[in-house]
């Protein structure tokens, strides 16, 4: 593929530069403690025949903090998904992260039982959210909206039986991009796919293939017709069948397979579908497969899923991921929030975020570099007992100035451990004050990656240090 | 104050230039609708015997969707937000939406009616987080971190009576600043008040004043003292008076109010505080007051709040939005998580930016101005018919060198629709294919805010699009 997003693909490289250190242990283990206040709830309030009077400090099941470092790659990422929803022009909204009960009824299927309800408490009875896309579809139908291209990023939550080591969480990131509205056939769902490839190519995660199938055709040859005993063999092919334009030039152009409206109208679709996608020059990225499914009751048409391919030395580590975004088009759901019924035709897309930064998490691991989780840029130290006030007026000058600084919270710390804190923090530069040097109207600046000092005048210091910062 | 975090304040002065529009009223009135599907579900699974056929497709009582043109309000507000936290420092970190139940009991005293609780559906007791503090807290506690500036930006959840003329919600965005640590007294409580008033100068709010008091210092004098009759007199006169430096050092000599020990040292430390507010020239903007308190049980020592100072005609106006922003030490938080008690210190602060964007959202409404909320640069356009294949190969191509474009869903759109939606998107250049054009190798770019039109060689297109964008 052509390069695209070049700043973006910089910022990755430069990401990879710094950012690659194991996982802090910490984060995985879970701390057992024993805390008074606790147990006197436990045994008082909440559980009052409570036998147990300890309990762990930790996270919910299937929920995870993110450490700095954890953060710092997210953000990251997150910065190049919604840097390419951007370029496609996309609006960005927001919801709360509960809905009404009854929003989310009746639009997962047998995945409804995973919703989180929150306790009746008096007034509405409210659930967490399970994705983002019913929430964008009741939001079009609550403001009358017929036309938008939007994208969400925001925490969803499933009660699945949580398998963290497959990068599974009851709690997770999920980046949505839709596009609303009454097109012409097509385009829009070319477009997403278009997405897909942008995003895991700069996401630089190796090679991917996207899989294609169509609902409405899978389901009437597949799950009607292969009921049929004298077409069963002849389906049974093109389910094991992958492929792009010719493939499905070759189910067209099969009476048998063409009987029926619907499924031959979706093909007809899927013709124009893979023309667009070569237009755009990722039909080789695509692959016709009737064997695709996806569990979610609100898609109609067109759906689609990216899978990473993985070299065999990969799938030795058992770092299998599956799929890292999918989508498709989904006409129906917005109608069911409309009084009338008025549809509001939707094809979109969903990073899965998470199991990226599992695969980045990863690759830090076995890489053992350092990521500077902080951005600072000058550290204020001093040689001299008793100069806290000076130091004060100083980084106060530098943050004023919007210098990124850091000192000591300390009345009167040693010059090496200050020097030791920015070399372990990655800082790049010292501000070194002393008695003598403010008689004689100089300050010294340590450049801590050569360790070379240079005297400048304290008037001119805001100034070096600015034009330092923006030469690196 | 001197400027500080220049390209904040210059992005702000360039946000004000495009975002100032009127709110769109269709995100304020609820819209009430019947829906069948809901009908069913109420009929018959949720309320069988419920009379009511049909439910309001609503957000939840106290929360509300953010539109595009909120979002863009509040990613700009944010971003300067956290631009001060990295200024000082902060490393980023994350937990999860809710807590083990037990978690969050008995750190919010009589606020803790209004923690939300998840439904028992088998497994641990949840609630959603109320505040990042107690999460914060228990960060710590789990991972034996004893040491740390960090900053979290994330929503909480509290169960309050709406009122959301006055920009109270029961889903809230919060962004908190700690610093957790044994240090030297106040040099971090100082940095704190620092930052909040670094952000609301930045945020160019108008005028503001930040109350301190001292948890333990208003506990002895206020509460225990209040009841001996007499010292009563004396304890109201400084209970009534605002001040600085000279109403601490006043306090500080009065003998009878020095007669405690915890007060005499709470005082001593306001006095230590105001030296260094003096030193980061912020002194002035801070007044020691003891009228203020507190409502969580966490706190112990200082304890901070900022407030806006109305003009006549902003009081008239009604838009009276109170505390902006609000912190102060809790030393013995971390402690109740640990299993020996080990205690670690911790200072911090919240800003209110929820009512920060009410304030610029109500400012929005009274200029009246546009707001664009998308990036897009460049429009690909068409006055020709069955030019689809053409516009989609050329976007693909602007896409692939990270320019930010779209194009219409049409197979044949009119060239005059284009370009209005470019004048009303604020899409600031068009690129216009036809046949002749093509035949003859070039390709004409429209500048959209003065109508003029460029013929360009077609192979200079992208480098003349990315040099034009550098430059404006």
Request: net charge positive.
């Amino acid at each position: 593929m052509p390069p695209f997003g070049l700043l973006h693909m910089r910022a990755w490289a430069s990401l990879f530069g710094q950012l690659l250190r194991p996982r802090r242990a910490v984060f995985i283990r879970e701390v057992r403690v024993h805390s008074q206040v606790a147990e006197a709830v436990l045994t008082s309030q909440l559980k009052p025949h409570q036998e147990k009077s300890h309990f762990v400090i930790k996270t919910p099941k299937g929920t995870r903090d993110l450490s700095p470092q954890q953060m710092v790659v997210r953000e990251k990422i997150l910065d190049m998904v919604i840097g390419c929803f951007k370029r496609h022009g996309a609006k960005r909204i927001d919801t709360p992260a509960f809905e009404l009960k009854e929003t989310l009824t009746e639009k997962y299927g047998e995945d409804s039982g995973l919703i989180y309800d929150l306790k009746d408490q008096g007034g509405e009875l409210l659930s967490l959210r399970y994705d983002l896309t019913v929430p964008f579809a009741r939001y079009l139908a609550m403001n009358k909206v017929k036309k938008m291209k939007r994208y969400h990023v925001g925490k969803v939550w499933r009660r699945e039986s949580p398998t963290i080591v497959q990068g599974r969480y009851r709690e997770f990131c999920q980046c949505d991009f839709d596009i609303a509205g009454q097109f012409d056939p097509m385009i829009p769902d070319a477009e997403c796919l278009k997405i897909m490839c942008e995003i895991l190519s700069g996401l630089e995660l190796g090679d991917f293939i996207i899989k294609t199938s169509w609902k409405d055709v899978r389901h009437e040859m597949v799950v009607k017709k292969g009921l049929a005993p004298e077409v069963a063999d002849r389906i049974g092919d093109y389910v094991q069948c992958h492929g792009g334009v010719s493939l499905i030039e070759q189910m067209f152009q099969d009476p048998r397979l063409c009987q029926n409206k619907q499924a031959r109208e979706g093909l007809g679709d899927l013709k124009l579908l893979f023309e667009y996608l070569t237009l755009f020059g990722i039909a080789e990225k695509i692959s016709f497969d009737l064997s695709l499914a996806r569990g979610l009751d609100y898609y109609t048409g067109v759906i689609y899923e990216a899978v990473l391919l993985q070299t065999p030395a990969q799938a030795e580590e058992s770092s299998n991921v599956g799929s890292v975004a999918a989508g498709g088009r989904y006409d129906g759901l917005v109608g069911m929030f409309d009084p009338k019924g008025y549809k509001v035709p939707c094809v979109g897309l969903s990073i899965g975020v998470e199991r990226i930064f599992s695969i980045v998490e990863q690759r830090m691991k076995t890489f053992g570099q350092k990521i500077r989780t902080t951005e600072t840029q000058v550290f204020v130290a001093t040689p001299q007992k008793n100069f806290l006030h000076e130091r004060l007026k100083l980084i106060a000058e530098l943050w004023d100035a919007g210098i990124k600084a850091e000192l000591l919270y300390k009345n009167n710390p040693k010059l090496l451990t200050q020097l030791h804190y920015c070399e372990d923090m990655g800082i790049p530069l010292v501000v070194i004050i002393g008695e003598q040097e403010m008689k004689e109207g100089i300050i010294k600046l340590r450049l801590v990656a050569s360790r070379e000092e240079v005297a400048i005048k304290r008037e001119n210091l805001v100034a070096e240090i600015q034009k330092r910062l923006s030469e690196s």
